[in-house]
């Protein structure tokens, strides 16, 4: 029972990536509130985007708000996060989180999180 997450890589500034966090043993459904958290060296883990149960209303930090959306597919219990017009700044390894009946931002680690993928932008 684990997040996976994928879509990680190397990209210039301005650049996009799009994230997955898959669920494996267990099903990701409108009950789990999930997020996408990152932390860069040196800094702490942070959550910038996260989307509650149920009524899958969204958060996302100051830092990316209106550059990144999170998305879910419960049939394939899958999450995303697409980012666009990435900056320096932005590099740093990403997690998911679920939490279940979670309305805001699971509390970290969540009841599920998954390992990370590196995001680096870079010229």
């Known amino acids: 029972v684990q997040l996976v997450e994928s879509g990680g890589g190397l990209v210039q500034p301005g650049g996009s990536l799009r994230l997955s966090c898959a669920a494996s043993?267990?099903?990701?459904?409108?009950?789990?509130?999930v997020g996408w958290f990152r932390q860069a060296p040196g800094k702490e883990r942070e959550a910038v985007s996260c989307?509650?149960?149920?009524?899958?209303?969204?958060y996302y930090s100051d830092s990316v708000k209106g550059r990144f959306t999170i998305s879910r597919d419960n049939a394939k219990s899958t999450v995303y996060l697409q980012m666009n017009s990435l900056k320096f700044e932005d590099s740093a390894v990403y997690y998911c989180?679920?939490?279940?009946?979670?309305?805001?931002?699971?509390?970290?680690?969540?009841?599920?999180w998954g390992q990370g993928t590196q995001v680096t932008v870079s010229s």
């Open positions: 989307m509650s149960s149920v009524d899958d209303s969204t």
């Open positions: 043993g267990f099903s990701l459904d409108y009950y789990y509130g």
């Open positions: 989180a679920a939490e279940a009946y979670s309305h805001n931002c699971p509390q970290w680690p969540g009841d599920y």
